[in-house]
């Protein structure tokens, strides 16, 4: 199934599998079966890695068409659940801030 252009892709449904993977429905009818351990295992962070805990991975829901954890703590872009290639998530986590000699391109102060 495709979506029809200008309509939005949303999770509206899912469920549990087995460890950290997730089957997930989405509004175009697609199900994806989308294994979070190399994403959650590969992060630097605790409040990350902490999704590891299988009961605690298992305390997501379903709002606003977005699957989250406690509050939005965790969620994913739609584009990376769809594909379920979450390493681009993962970057995110990489980046940093530009310094501020590198916004302005010839900003001296005199």
Known sequence: ?????????????????????????????????????????????????????VERFKGFVISYGNLVWNDYDLCFSIEALYSGDLRAENKRDEMVAEGPAEYGADSTVD
């Open 1 to 53: 199934m495709s979506l029809s252009d200008g309509e939005e892709l949303n999770v509206t449904n899912a469920r549990w599998v087995s460890e950290n993977t997730l089957e997930i429905e989405f509004s175009d009818g697609c199900l994806k079966s989308v294994d979070f351990k190399p994403f959650l295992a590969g992060s630097d962070h605790a409040e990350i890695r902490k999704y590891l805990d």
